[in-house]
C-alpha cells in the first residue's frame, strides 16, 4: 500500500496506542512601557494624490472600500488623541482600523471621511508597573507570539492567521487553537488604553483595569468582548493572567505547551456520499459535545477542520494535542478514531493549502514539533490576506449541542452541488469550550461560555461581477442551514448566536434575518444592555459607529 493511503488504522498506528491599582488617567501610557505606541511620535496623513492611498483605503475584503479624505497613521497615544480631537471638531465621520482584517464594512464604506489606522504601533513588551505584557493595538498576531514567547516563554490563546492585528482580535474576544487549554484571549485581559471624546469634543486617555475598585471598570469589560470601533479608540492592551502571581515576568501569563502532537489529513471528496459525509460531520459535533466542559481531559486538543465545497476535492483537518501532558499521544490516536468510525474514509495526506492551512504531508502520521514551530505552520497561507483581490462572504455560528440532522443533510447539499463551481468555498469546524466554559457568560462581554464548536461559511471570490451572485448563494445557505431557527443561529438551543469578530450585518437586516431575534441578541445575548450603558457614559455622542455598533440606548 502506498504511503499515500495507508488507511485509517495505519494513520493511527505507530506511537503511544494582586494589589489594586485604582483609576489610571494619563496622557500617555505607563512610564515603564517603551514601544512605537509611547511618546509623541507623529504618523503620516495620506491623502487622495498619494500613491499610499490607495492600497490604505481597504482592507483584506475588497467587496468594501472608502474614499476618505485622508488616512491618518498612528504612531503613538498621543497620536491618537490629537487625531481625534482634530477630526472630532471638524465633524468628521472617522472609522479604525488595527491590521485590516474586518471582513464587513466598519472600516471601508462611503460614508467614513478619515480612517484611523494604527498598524505602526506594534510595541509587545513588559510593563513591571501593571505586572502585565503589553501589547500595541497594531500589532499583528505572528509578531506577538514571536516576541512573548522568545522573550518570556509566555504567550496568548489567540487566533491562528498570523496578520491578523490585535486591535480588535481582542476586543472581540479572541480565540485559537489553546483557548480550549487556557481560555479566551480576553480572559487574561488585565488593562486597555482607550482614548476617548465626551460629547462637547473633550479628549482624554483612560487606562481601565479589571480590578474590582477601578471606577473605570465598566469600560475594560467593554473590550472583554464588545467589538472593535463602540467605544473609543484602543490604542494599547495590558495582558496577566487571573492566577498569576509574584512578579517575575515569566509567572504572570500563560506558557504555551513546550511541544505539540500535529496530525494533518485530507478527505477525498470521491470517497464521500451523503450517509459518510453526514457521519463525519456528526461524529466531530458528538465527539465537542462530550468533551466541551472546562476539566475535560480532552481540553489540550484542538482541531480545524476545513469541510471544502466538492469543487475544492477534499476535506481538510489539522489537529494538534499538548504533547508534554500524559497520554498525548494516545489521545490524539483515539479522537482521529472517533471521528473516522463508520465513515469508511481513507484518509490521505495534505499535500496542498487548504483555507489556513498550509501544505503538510509530513503530517500524515502525527508528528512532535516544538509549539512554535506548529504556530508558525499554521495559518501561514493566510487565503485572504494574501489574496489581494479577495472579495469574501463570511457568517458565523456557535454550537452548544452536535448538528441536527436536517443541518448536516444542507450542509451537505450545498457544498456537493454540482453548480457550486468555486472552490474556495468553505465550512470551517473549529473546536472550542474548555477553559473557556468556566467563565461566567457576564464576567466578560463574550457572552457565549457554553459552546463548544464554531462554526465559519465562506466563500472568496475575485471578480465584482460575481458579488451578487455568490452573496445570494452564501445567504440561501446558511438560512437553509438554520431553517430550524427561522434563517439564524439562534441561542441557547443548539446554537447560541454569532461571533463578533465575524461581522455579518446581514443579520441587522430585516431582509436577511427574520427570525425575530435582534442583530444584538445573537453577538451579545444577555451583554448587550450592559454595552450601551458603557457606551452612554463613554461614547455619550456616539461618535464612533458602524453597521454593528452598540448604541447608547436612548
Given at each position: 500500500?502506498?504511503?499515500?493511503?495507508?488507511?485509517?488504522?495505519?494513520?493511527?498506528?505507530?506511537?503511544?496506542?494582586?494589589?489594586?491599582?485604582?483609576?489610571?488617567?494619563?496622557?500617555?501610557?505607563?512610564?515603564?512601557?517603551?514601544?512605537?505606541?509611547?511618546?509623541?511620535?507623529?504618523?503620516?496623513?495620506?491623502?487622495?494624490?498619494?500613491?499610499?492611498?490607495?492600497?490604505?483605503?481597504?482592507?483584506?475584503?475588497?467587496?468594501?472600500?472608502?474614499?476618505?479624505?485622508?488616512?491618518?497613521?498612528?504612531?503613538?497615544?498621543?497620536?491618537?488623541?490629537?487625531?481625534?480631537?482634530?477630526?472630532?471638531?471638524?465633524?468628521?465621520?472617522?472609522?479604525?482600523?488595527?491590521?485590516?482584517?474586518?471582513?464587513?464594512?466598519?472600516?471601508?464604506?462611503?460614508?467614513?471621511?478619515?480612517?484611523?489606522?494604527?498598524?505602526?504601533?506594534?510595541?509587545?513588551?513588559?510593563?513591571?508597573?501593571?505586572?502585565?505584557?503589553?501589547?500595541?493595538?497594531?500589532?499583528?498576531?505572528?509578531?506577538?507570539?514571536?516576541?512573548?514567547?522568545?522573550?518570556?516563554?509566555?504567550?496568548?490563546?489567540?487566533?491562528?492567521?498570523?496578520?491578523?492585528?490585535?486591535?480588535?482580535?481582542?476586543?472581540?474576544?479572541?480565540?485559537?487553537?489553546?483557548?480550549?487549554?487556557?481560555?479566551?484571549?480576553?480572559?487574561?485581559?488585565?488593562?486597555?488604553?482607550?482614548?476617548?471624546?465626551?460629547?462637547?469634543?473633550?479628549?482624554?486617555?483612560?487606562?481601565?483595569?479589571?480590578?474590582?475598585?477601578?471606577?473605570?471598570?465598566?469600560?475594560?469589560?467593554?473590550h472583554t468582548g464588545g467589538g472593535g470601533g463602540n467605544f473609543?479608540?484602543?490604542?494599547?492592551?495590558?495582558?496577566?493572567?487571573?492566577?498569576?502571581?509574584?512578579?517575575?515576568?515569566?509567572?504572570?501569563l500563560v506558557s504555551p505547551p513546550a511541544r505539540v502532537w500535529?496530525?494533518?489529513?485530507?478527505?477525498?471528496?470521491?470517497?464521500?456520499?451523503?450517509?459518510?459525509?453526514?457521519?463525519?460531520?456528526?461524529?466531530?459535533?458528538?465527539?465537542?459535545?462530550?468533551?466541551?466542559?472546562?476539566?475535560?481531559?480532552?481540553?489540550?486538543?484542538?482541531?480545524?477542520?476545513?469541510?471544502?465545497?466538492?469543487?475544492?476535492?477534499?476535506?481538510?483537518?489539522?489537529?494538534?494535542?499538548?504533547?508534554?501532558?500524559?497520554?498525548?499521544?494516545?489521545?490524539?490516536?483515539?479522537?482521529?478514531?472517533?471521528?473516522?468510525?463508520?465513515?469508511?474514509?481513507?484518509?490521505?495526506?495534505?499535500?496542498?493549502?487548504?483555507?489556513?492551512?498550509?501544505?503538510?504531508?509530513?503530517?500524515?502520521?502525527?508528528?512532535?514539533?516544538?509549539?512554535?514551530?506548529?504556530?508558525?505552520?499554521?495559518?501561514?497561507?493566510?487565503?485572504?490576506?494574501?489574496?489581494?483581490?479577495?472579495?469574501?462572504?463570511?457568517?458565523?455560528?456557535?454550537?452548544?449541542?452536535?448538528?441536527?440532522?436536517?443541518?448536516?443533510?444542507?450542509?451537505?447539499?450545498?457544498?456537493?452541488?454540482?453548480?457550486?463551481?468555486?472552490?474556495?468555498?468553505?465550512?470551517?469546524?473549529?473546536?472550542?469550550?474548555?477553559?473557556?466554559?468556566?467563565?461566567?457568560?457576564?464576567?466578560?462581554?463574550?457572552?457565549?461560555?457554553?459552546?463548544?464548536?464554531?462554526?465559519?461559511?465562506?466563500?472568496?471570490?475575485?471578480?465584482?461581477?460575481?458579488?451578487?451572485?455568490?452573496?445570494?448563494?452564501?445567504?440561501?445557505?446558511?438560512?437553509?442551514?438554520?431553517?430550524?431557527?427561522?434563517?439564524?443561529?439562534?441561542?441557547?438551543?443548539?446554537?447560541?448566536?454569532?461571533?463578533?469578530?465575524?461581522?455579518?450585518?446581514?443579520?441587522?437586516?430585516?431582509?436577511?434575518?427574520?427570525?425575530?431575534?435582534?442583530?444584538?441578541?445573537?453577538?451579545?445575548?444577555?451583554?448587550?444592555?450592559?454595552?450601551?450603558?458603557?457606551?452612554?457614559?463613554?461614547?455619550?455622542?456616539?461618535?464612533?459607529?458602524?453597521?454593528?455598533?452598540?448604541?447608547?440606548?436612548?
Open positions: 500500500m502506498s504511503s499515500a493511503r495507508l488507511g485509517r488504522r495505519s494513520v493511527l498506528a505507530g506511537g503511544a496506542a494582586v494589589a489594586g491599582t485604582a483609576a489610571l488617567t494619563a496622557a500617555a501610557p505607563p512610564a515603564a512601557a517603551t514601544g512605537p505606541g509611547t511618546g509623541t511620535a507623529v504618523g503620516a496623513t495620506v491623502v487622495a494624490a498619494d500613491p499610499r492611498y490607495e492600497l490604505l483605503t481597504t482592507g483584506i475584503n475588497k467587496r468594501f472600500v472608502a474614499r476618505p479624505e485622508y488616512i491618518k497613521m498612528i504612531r503613538s497615544t498621543a497620536d491618537a488623541a490629537r487625531a481625534l480631537r482634530e477630526a472630532f471638531r471638524a465633524g468628521k465621520r472617522v472609522s479604525v482600523r488595527s491590521g485590516g482584517h474586518c471582513v464587513a464594512d466598519f472600516t471601508c464604506n462611503p460614508e467614513v471621511e478619515v480612517i484611523l489606522d494604527f498598524s505602526e504601533m506594534t510595541a509587545v513588551g513588559y510593563d513591571p508597573r501593571l505586572r502585565a505584557f503589553f501589547v500595541d493595538a497594531g500589532a499583528r498576531l505572528y509578531n506577538v507570539y514571536e516576541a512573548l514567547y522568545k522573550g518570556w516563554g509566555v504567550t496568548l490563546p489567540g487566533g491562528v492567521c498570523h496578520s491578523v492585528g490585535a486591535g480588535g482580535h481582542v476586543s472581540g474576544g479572541g480565540y485559537g487553537m489553546l483557548s480550549r487549554a487556557y481560555g479566551l484571549v480576553v480572559d487574561h485581559l488585565y488593562a486597555v488604553e482607550v482614548v476617548v471624546v465626551d460629547a462637547r469634543g473633550k479628549v482624554r486617555t483612560v487606562v481601565a483595569t479589571r480590578e474590582e475598585d477601578d471606577p473605570n471598570r465598566d469600560l475594560w469589560w467593554a473609543g479608540l484602543a490604542t494599547r492592551y495590558w495582558f496577566r493572567s487571573p492566577d498569576a502571581r509574584g512578579s517575575r515576568p515569566g509567572d504572570q500535529t496530525s494533518a489529513l485530507d478527505f477525498p471528496w470521491e470517497q464521500l456520499d451523503e450517509a459518510s459525509f453526514t457521519r463525519l460531520l456528526k461524529n466531530f459535533g458528538s465527539w465537542h459535545e462530550r468533551h466541551g466542559g472546562p476539566d475535560d481531559e480532552y481540553r489540550h486538543l484542538s482541531s480545524l477542520f476545513n469541510v471544502n465545497a466538492k469543487a475544492f476535492g477534499r476535506l481538510s483537518l489539522y489537529t494538534q494535542i499538548d504533547a508534554t501532558i500524559p497520554r498525548s499521544r494516545a489521545l490524539l490516536d483515539a479522537y482521529l478514531e472517533e471521528l473516522l468510525e463508520g465513515t469508511g474514509v481513507e484518509p490521505v495526506p495534505m499535500e496542498r493549502p487548504s483555507g489556513e492551512l498550509a501544505a503538510m504531508p509530513g503530517q500524515f502520521r502525527p508528528m512532535e514539533l516544538p509549539w512554535l514551530a506548529a504556530t508558525r505552520m499554521l495559518g501561514a497561507p493566510d487565503p485572504v490576506g494574501a489574496n489581494p483581490v479577495a472579495r469574501v462572504g463570511l457568517k458565523s455560528a456557535y454550537f452548544r449541542k452536535n448538528f441536527t440532522d436536517h443541518q448536516a443533510a444542507s450542509m451537505y447539499r450545498f457544498l456537493a452541488d454540482p453548480e457550486l463551481d468555486n472552490p474556495d468555498t468553505t465550512l470551517v469546524l473549529l473546536s472550542f469550550g474548555g477553559r473557556i466554559n468556566a467563565v461566567r457568560p457576564h464576567a466578560t462581554a463574550s457572552a457565549q461560555r457554553d459552546s463548544v464548536f464554531k462554526v465559519i461559511f465562506q466563500n472568496i471570490w475575485a471578480q465584482p461581477k460575481d458579488d451578487a451572485r455568490y452573496m445570494r448563494w452564501i445567504r440561501d445557505w446558511y438560512q437553509d442551514v438554520f431553517a430550524e431557527t427561522k434563517g439564524v443561529p439562534g441561542i441557547d438551543g443548539v446554537t447560541d448566536g454569532c461571533y463578533i469578530n465575524y461581522p455579518d450585518p446581514d443579520m441587522a437586516d430585516p431582509r436577511q434575518n427574520r427570525s425575530g431575534l435582534p442583530w444584538h441578541s445573537l453577538f451579545y445575548k444577555g451583554n448587550y444592555p450592559r454595552l450601551q450603558q458603557i457606551k452612554g457614559r463613554w461614547d455619550p455622542s456616539d461618535y464612533f459607529h458602524h453597521s454593528l455598533s452598540v448604541t447608547t440606548g436612548r
